[in-house]
């Protein structure tokens, strides 16, 4: 389905819900005032029989037909059925009053659970309010907007002060500061120039921008957001599913219950059968499961909507469900805890070669790399590099790389790669990332190359051990660098020079000892970790404003850079199970109450409905707590 396709639909069903609000609410008015009006004019016989009919069928005709359709469908036993035998039920022993008034008010009931609902959407489509209504671009000197759809790549964006950026792309005039709180969740404003890059969905606050469109409109950063966030409901966590065969069951056991609670006590206790099939109809409007299969759904749905508002994305109730429960988070370490930011320290040749040939070679065996590593190298070199002198480039997994370099055999890596070419080699330890270079086989010198510790990760390792979870680092870097890291931020668990696979095979070791009902966290930049990522019970990918990998392969995106937000991510997910079991004691305890109540008459049916409406909406309005952050 194109996105065109995609957001009508959307609007349609937006209508039509808005549509059948204002039928369902006419319907209650039309019910009561024929309701009303058998009392007013003291209606009898014929008359008054046929008043309560209209105004049962006028409140609960739609009930009628669904509970119809679905029998039909070979689904009989759900709420719709329950209403309708009760009160059918209750017209057969001309309990006419009892009979409308039910339909009445549990339209009523179903009319204000859509607006608390309705409410819980609007929050989280105010919280992701980032969809672009159209593009500016000028065209003959006038500067015209078209609808996002319709801008190619390569095309030049105009976004004034106060507009949404509409697509992905280049700042190619302009600086503006922008705010990036939608996607981010952070107020900070961010400054944007020539040569950055934008992202689609933040607000330009002051400043001119000239964007050269790099993405389509459906593969911006904010269309994969939106239809990350929409169908973010499709995943059901095992509660939720819980729920669903609850209900399958729970369902025939009560209309059994009725049936026997109906029929057994005049039979064997020789009462009279018109009071107990009138409990037996009361018993099953009690039964329906209303604020159980409401609240918990609405309660997940609520969680991911206030994790949006802190710029958490979860892809699904399951993932929230099993972030509530970690007994390990497994940091990567660079571009996570690390800024990923890489600059050169030291530069120390070797065997008679001077530091600019040590330099030269490895920044032109990294030419077509864009790993930080390989960035940095070549910002440290500074000069161009003709590509014609460079042939034979090889990258060599977990080792580094090999080129041929005017001729000359090169070799850039760790010191796994010096010893598979058998180099004779100073093997050194430094507080950073050592990068060995051989030429020909002759050991030409070593390269330090540092990156710093994110200024956010030594809050995050202490909020995560609040939570009483255990945080392990995995890394491919040494192990000098490993530890320098871990006990700069107090981490006893370490493994260091892994491999992809290695990482792989470590996560799989901790899930193979985890305690049954907790979970595995892994955290990566969710471009190179993408194997562990998918492997974890949840994988959360940081940073990740703009990275499609990262919004692939995660369970969880954090869209900024801030390895805190897994402690708020992980607390948010707690505060959401809470409510929901909360919602589901409260939901059951008291329906159980009131089924037994009504068994033996201490309830009319007008209380049942009462009772019933009353706890969905206290369900109802505690779940819509999760919202709130």
């Known amino acids: 389905m194109c996105e065109h396709c995609h957001e009508s639909c959307c609007e349609n069903s937006n209508l039509q819900e808005e549509n059948n609000t204002k039928i369902r609410v006419a319907r209650i008015l039309i019910a009561i005032c024929i309701f009303v009006t058998i009392n007013v004019f003291n209606l009898t016989g014929i008359e008054k029989l046929l008043f309560y009919l209209g105004s049962y069928f006028v409140a609960g005709g739609d009930v009628l037909y669904k509970a119809l359709k679905n029998i039909i469908k070979g689904r009989v036993f759900d709420e719709n059925f329950l209403m309708g035998i009760a009160t059918l039920g209750a017209f057969a022993i001309k309990e006419y009053p009892e009979a409308v008034m039910v339909m009445i008010l549990y339209q009523m009931g179903e009319f204000l659970q859509d607006k608390a609902i309705e409410k819980s959407r609007k929050s989280i489509a105010d919280l992701m309010d980032i969809r672009p209504d159209y593009a500016n671009i000028e065209v003959n000197n006038q500067v015209i907007k078209k609808s996002p759809y319709e801008i190619n790549i390569g095309d030049v964006i105009i976004v004034k002060s106060g507009e949404k950026i509409p697509l992905d792309g280049e700042i190619v005039d302009g600086k503006a500061a922008v705010d990036t709180s939608a996607l981010t969740g952070e107020s900070v404003l961010r400054e944007l120039k020539t040569g950055d890059t934008a992202i689609s969905g933040c607000i330009n606050i002051n400043g001119l921008l000239k964007i050269k469109v790099t993405k389509k409109f459906e593969e911006s950063t904010v269309s994969r957001i939106l239809e990350l966030v929409e169908h973010a409901s499709t995943k059901k966590a095992k509660t939720e599913n819980f729920i669903t065969k609850f209900a399958r069951y729970y369902t025939p056991v009560v209309v059994l219950g009725a049936i026997f609670l109906a029929l057994v006590p005049p039979i064997l206790l020789n009462e009279t059968f018109s009071i107990w099939f009138s409990r037996a109809l009361t018993f099953l409007v009690i039964s329906c499961p209303c604020a159980l299969v409401i609240s918990v759904p609405l309660s997940f749905f609520a969680g991911i909507g206030g994790a949006s508002k802190k710029g958490i994305l979860i892809k699904g109730s399951n993932y929230l469900e099993l972030l509530s429960k970690p007994s390990s988070v497994v940091f990567d370490k660079t571009g996570t805890l690390t800024k990923g930011v890489f600059k050169v320290t030291q530069i120390v040749p070797f065997n008679g070669f001077s530091k600019e040939e040590l330099l030269s070679s490895a920044a032109k065996a990294e030419k077509y790399s864009n790993h930080p590593i390989a960035v940095s190298l070549k910002e440290a070199y500074g000069e161009s590099i003709d590509s014609n002198n460079i042939n034979d480039v090889e990258e060599i997994t977990g080792c580094g790389v090999k080129a041929s370099i005017c001729g000359a055999l090169i070799l850039v890596g760790n010191e796994k790669l010096m010893k598979n070419f058998n180099i004779d080699y100073t093997s050194v330890l430094e507080s950073g990332t050592i ?120 369970d969880v995106v954090i869209m900024d850079d801030k390895p805190s937000k897994i402690a708020y991510a992980i607390n948010i997910a707690r505060k959401t199970m809470t409510i929901v079991k909360q919602n589901i004691v409260f939901a059951i305890g008291v329906k159980v109450l009131f089924l037994l109540l009504g068994a033996l008459g201490f309830v009319t049916m007008w209380g049942a409905v009462f009772a019933d409406v009353g706890v969905a909406l206290i369900a109802i309005l505690n779940a819509l707590r999760a919202l709130r952050v």
Do not use: H
């Not at 945080?471 to 491919?476: D, E, F, K, P």
């Not at 290695?502 to 930049?525: A, H, P, Q, T």
């Open 435 to 554: 990068v060995y270079v051989a030429k020909n086989n002759l050991f030409v010198g070593y390269i330090v190359i540092s990156d710093e510790i994110k200024e956010d990760s030594w809050l995050s390792i202490k909020l995560l051990k609040a939570t009483g979870t255990d945080v392990v680092m995995l890394t491919g870097d040494t192990k000098a660098v490993a530890k320098s890291v871990a006990n700069k931020l107090d981490i006893a668990k370490v493994y260091s020079q892994l491999l992809p696979k290695d990482k792989v095979e470590r996560l799989e070791e901790l899930l193979c000892s985890n305690k049954k009902g907790k979970s595995i966290v892994f955290v990566g930049d969710g471009i190179n970790d993408a194997p562990v990522l998918m492997r974890a019970d949840v994988g959360i990918a940081m940073g990740a404003i703009g990275s499609d990998a990262a919004i692939e392969a995660a």
